[in-house]
């Protein structure tokens, strides 16, 4: 048996949106798969692995995944950031991947067994007003889910992040904020708008829909410390689960007055990479949840280390699973929120259909649960042949100005 790396190999697809795929392969052929892909960076991703790491990797013991994960970090020099702790993330995956393969088991029993029956997770609900949001809703718990995260159009704006752009009512919520452009599309923002219309839309909701859903919302790194707080107090009466990325994170300590002023569940983390930028945030339990991804917080190794770190501080996982976390890092998020302990929710963007044609997934969604599947590794197949009728396009996140033109946060 022979379990050295003899292969190590990029792909680049984008079947409805660009992904990026690592693929590595043992002298005995034993697969494993990864998840590079990094929302309108991915083409920097690709080259640090194939010009940087995939040399790196060939004749290594695929089993060595501490050894290779600390290899890759330390020996770069360079520490952090999105481009370096996805493309370590990409490699851990698959070799994860390739280690339960061998043992012919799901990767959750390899990560210490199933901690429970299955996956709580959240879909999103939009709507151009509260009306189309109720249907929204509606159509969402009929699909069978539990949680849901609401965001609407605010009177006056335009376009808004989450909200999807001019859909039919009853049509099927597929937001996807990377837009095929080259260039990004420019938003527009009013702080005041949102914070005095956005209490209303949840009192609605909760007269209509009682007590029972959970319900979410994402602020999108928009509102400052107070602003934040205001936010957090004013929808104290709806019961969030969580309400997510209220300020830039950039600043963990804003956190701090935010915190003094409402007891609002707080999410945040999904623009961060390492144990070492969530220190502040869990040792000061300045957040509920952390909302990280396997793809951009080096891999299942390192996003582990994290979600145990903030469970000596009841601190609870909150996987972020938006589209642009490709099927291959959706499973790696499943096996690991089957498998830890402080699991609290994972996010759930469904990808459109002809991404299916691509990744061949074997996870699956029944009563608002989610659970990986008992299929050896990860349960992902990369299909090539598909693949190579999505070559990848130019995308982009949008961007958000002020009505005076001032570049916002977006
Ligand atoms: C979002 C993401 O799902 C979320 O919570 O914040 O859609 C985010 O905008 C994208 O992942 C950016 O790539
Ligand atoms: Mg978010």
Redesign the pocket.
């Known amino acids: 048996m022979s379990t050295l790396i003899r292969s190590v190999e990029v792909l680049v697809s984008s079947p409805s949106r660009n992904f990026v795929t690592l693929r590595i392969t043992t002298e005995d052929g034993v697969v494993g798969l990864g998840d590079a892909t990094l929302n309108g960076r991915e083409l920097s991703v690709a080259s640090y692995l194939e010009d940087h790491v995939a040399p790196l990797l060939i004749g290594r013991d695929a089993r060595r995944i501490e050894d290779t994960w600390q290899f890759l970090y330390r020996s770069a020099y360079w520490r952090r950031g999105p481009v370096t702790m996805s493309a370590i993330a990409a490699v851990d995956m698959a070799l994860w991947d390739i280690v339960a393969r061998l043992a012919g088991m799901p990767l959750y029993q390899l990560l210490g067994g199933a901690s429970r029956t299955g996956i709580l997770c959240y879909a999103h609900a939009s709507g151009s007003d509260i009306e189309a949001l109720g249907d929204a809703i509606r159509q969402r718990q009929d699909e069978g889910f539990r949680a849901i995260r609401i965001q609407t159009a605010i009177p006056g704006m335009g376009s808004v992040y989450?909200v999807q752009k001019g859909a039919a009512r009853g049509q099927k919520y597929a937001y996807e904020p990377a837009k095929r452009a080259g260039l990004s599309v420019e938003e527009g923002w009013d702080t005041r708008k949102y914070l005095s219309f956005l209490p209303g839309v949840f009192e609605a909701v909760r007269n209509e829909f009682g007590p029972d859903p959970m319900l979410l919302h994402?602020a999108?790194?928009r509102l400052t410390p107070i602003q934040a707080a205001r936010l957090g107090k004013d929808l104290e009466p709806y019961d969030l689960f969580w309400l997510?990325?209220v300020t830039p994170v950039d600043n963990p300590e804003a956190l701090r007055l935010v915190r003094q002023h409402t007891t609002t569940p707080l999410?945040i983390g999904?623009v961060l990479n390492t144990v070492w930028d969530y220190r502040t945030l869990i040792q000061e339990q300045l957040i509920d949840y952390v909302?990280a991804s396997v793809t951009h917080t080096g891999g299942i190794t390192h996003l582990k280390r994290i979600f145990e770190f903030a469970g000596m501080y009841q601190i609870k996982s909150g996987s972020?699973g938006?589209t642009d976390i490709s099927p291959v890092g959706m499973a790696a998020a499943l096996h690991l929120d089957l498998a830890i302990h402080n699991f609290g929710m994972q996010?759930y963007m469904e990808h459109q259909p002809v991404a299916g044609e691509v990744f061949r997934t074997s996870y699956t969604f029944e009563d608002g649960l989610l659970h990986p599947g008992e299929a050896p590794g990860l349960g992902v197949e990369y299909d090539d042949e598909a693949a190579a009728r999505f070559a990848y396009e130019p995308a982009y996140l949008p961007m958000a100005r002020l009505a005076d033109g001032t570049v916002h946060d977006w």
């Open positions: 989450g994402d999108h790194h997510e990325d999410a999904e909302r972020h938006p996010e």
